[in-house]
């Protein structure tokens, strides 16, 4: 326990609802969205009582966001560990979105806090995506090169940013006046810039990926999405449909069963246009519009051990067992037992590379373009890590640790 005024756990929790706030201004749709989830979750909760809240309280479940942002570099994304540390959330999990279809020329983790207590209190997490700039099968050694000089003289935090993250972790909090400051700067880095976007360089990233220009062409990072968490995720697809909001065509994993929940469901509406403005290559500025940021809503069940993974992965949900004891005696889903004995699931708190994928692809203007022949760029786990600098979490293990 720190002494400080506000201790990370309330960081966290703060940036949440702050990031909540200028995504809802941003985004009008973003707000009906929440709006619709909350409408959802208390229908559920009306309907099932107490038994709706066996996946988490229903003040965690309405509080629950997840954000999406993508970043250049390693030192970036270094940078962005030290700020999500000062919330308590930490790298969990290594995913190439290179491996996709289509391939998106990213590698990425999730930023989330990793102990129970501190999931219950508030499990804000953010995956994070970092451009591979040096794989040449999306560019080549001159967009490479453009691509490190762009990246390498632009600054996505301020110093002052980056010192009071450093003074909360290290502190465990922050005193009030520097915890509002920290908040104001960590937001204001997260909204979208007005910055005009040069016409040319964008439209060549976007011809190679729309995730590439959307990360290198412009000036600075931005929230790509939030998403809030619901009891019952095919309801407010047709709630959202009937509202005349167009969704992607479908619900990404596991399809909707009566056998109990596992792992993670999501689906979004489709990326809207928002005015931007543009330098043209003569230097004139004009008023145009991107389709980048989307609406994404997501529901979880229990977190599957490594025997239950590859099940999922090998024979789809029908595969599995009609009950929660029978997951848990077939050592497929991780429960805990608590204090009468009663099983308990333990929530998954990850991502999925496919959905991951089908969530990039659904909202992608074109498929890009990929040349397979040319070398790939080695990265993985343990290279994320060293970028890092800070351990990144397996998540199999966390889940292993909180029984
Ligand atoms: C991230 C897409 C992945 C999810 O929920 O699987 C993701 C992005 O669009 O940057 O957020
Ligand atoms: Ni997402």
Same mark, same amino acid.
């Given at each position: 326990?720190?002494?400080?005024?506000?201790?990370?756990?309330?960081?966290?929790?703060?940036?949440?609802?702050?990031?909540?706030?200028?995504?809802?201004?941003?985004?009008?749709?973003?707000?009906?969205?929440?709006?619709?989830?909350?409408?959802?979750?208390?229908?559920?909760?009306?309907?099932?009582?107490?038994?709706?809240?066996?996946?988490?309280?229903?003040?965690?479940?309405?509080?629950?966001?997840?954000?999406?942002?993508?970043?250049?570099?390693?030192?970036?994304?270094?940078?962005?560990?030290?700020?999500?540390?000062?919330?308590?959330?930490?790298?969990?999990?290594?995913?190439?979105?290179?491996?996709?279809?289509?391939?998106?020329?990213?590698?990425?983790?999730?930023?989330?806090?990793?102990?129970?207590?501190?999931?219950?209190?508030?499990?804000?997490?953010?995956?994070?995506?970092?451009?591979?700039?040096?794989?040449?099968?999306?560019?080549?050694?001159?967009?490479?090169?453009?691509?490190?000089?762009?990246?390498?003289?632009?600054?996505?935090?301020?110093?002052?940013?980056?010192?009071?993250?450093?003074?909360?972790?290290?502190?465990?909090?922050?005193?009030?006046?520097?915890?509002?400051?920290?908040?104001?700067?960590?937001?204001?880095?997260?909204?979208?810039?007005?910055?005009?976007?040069?016409?040319?360089?964008?439209?060549?990233?976007?011809?190679?990926?729309?995730?590439?220009?959307?990360?290198?062409?412009?000036?600075?990072?931005?929230?790509?999405?939030?998403?809030?968490?619901?009891?019952?995720?095919?309801?407010?697809?047709?709630?959202?449909?009937?509202?005349?909001?167009?969704?992607?065509?479908?619900?990404?994993?596991?399809?909707?069963?009566?056998?109990?929940?596992?792992?993670?469901?999501?689906?979004?509406?489709?990326?809207?246009?928002?005015?931007?403005?543009?330098?043209?290559?003569?230097?004139?500025?004009?008023?145009?519009?991107?389709?980048?940021?989307?609406?994404?809503?997501?529901?979880?069940?229990?977190?599957?051990?490594?025997?239950?993974?590859?099940?999922?992965? =090998?024979? /789809? *949900?029908? +595969?599995?067992?009609? !009950?929660?004891? $029978?997951?848990? @005696? %077939?050592?497929?889903?991780?429960?805990? #037992?608590?204090?009468?004995?009663?099983?308990?699931?333990?929530?998954?708190?990850?991502?999925?590379?496919?959905? =991951?994928? /089908? *969530?990039? +692809?659904?909202?992608? !203007?074109?498929? $890009?373009?990929? @040349? %397979?022949?040319?070398?790939?760029?080695? #990265?993985?786990?343990?290279?994320?890590?060293?970028?890092?600098?800070?351990?990144?979490?397996?998540?199999?293990?966390?889940?292993?640790?909180?029984?």
């Amino acid at each position: 326990m720190s002494g400080a005024a506000v201790g990370t756990t309330e960081l966290r929790a703060r940036f949440a609802r702050s990031l909540s706030a200028l995504y809802g201004s941003e985004v009008p749709a973003y707000t009906t969205l929440v709006e619709v989830s909350e409408a959802v979750n208390a229908d559920v909760l009306a309907a099932m009582g107490p038994e709706a809240e066996r996946l988490g309280s229903v003040a965690r479940v309405t509080a629950e966001r997840h954000g999406a942002i993508r970043v250049g570099t390693p030192e970036e994304i270094a940078q962005v560990g030290r700020i999500f540390g000062a919330c308590g959330m930490f790298p969990v999990g290594f995913y190439d979105l290179r491996e996709a279809t289509p391939p998106i020329p990213v590698v990425s983790t999730a930023f989330r806090p990793i102990e129970g207590a501190e999931l219950a209190a508030n499990p804000f997490r953010v995956f994070t995506s970092m451009l591979v700039v040096d794989d040449r099968r999306f560019f080549d050694a001159r967009t490479q090169s453009q691509l490190e000089e762009f990246l390498g003289s632009r600054r996505l935090f301020p110093d002052e940013l980056l010192d009071l993250a450093d003074l909360a972790e290290k502190a465990g909090g922050l005193s009030s006046y520097d915890a509002e400051r920290f908040l104001e700067l960590a937001t204001a880095s997260f909204a979208l810039s007005p910055e005009p976007v040069d016409r040319a360089w964008y439209d060549h990233l976007e011809s190679i990926s729309s995730v590439a220009a959307d990360i290198g062409g412009v000036a600075s990072t931005h929230i790509n999405h939030l998403t809030p968490r619901v009891l019952d995720i095919d309801d407010l697809y047709r709630r959202m449909t009937a509202l005349g909001i167009e969704m992607i065509d479908r619900i990404q994993g596991p399809p909707r069963t009566s056998r109990p929940a596992v792992l993670l469901r999501q689906t979004s509406f489709r990326a809207l246009a928002e005015p931007r403005t543009f330098r043209e290559p003569d230097g004139t500025i004009v008023r145009g519009e991107l389709s980048v940021r989307f609406g994404e809503v997501e529901a979880r069940g229990v977190a599957l051990t490594p025997a239950g993974r590859s099940l999922y992965d =090998a024979r /789809g *949900i029908d +595969a599995f067992p009609d !009950t929660e004891q $029978g997951l848990h @005696d %077939a050592g497929l889903a991780h429960y805990r #037992r608590d204090d009468a004995g009663l099983l308990q699931p333990i929530v998954y708190e990850d991502f999925l590379p496919t959905s =991951a994928a /089908g *969530i990039f +692809a659904s909202n992608l !203007t074109s498929d $890009g373009s990929v @040349d %397979a022949a040319q070398r790939a760029a080695a #990265r993985d786990a343990t290279w994320l890590q060293a970028a890092l600098g800070r351990t990144l979490h397996d998540p199999y293990a966390l889940y292993a640790a909180q029984v």
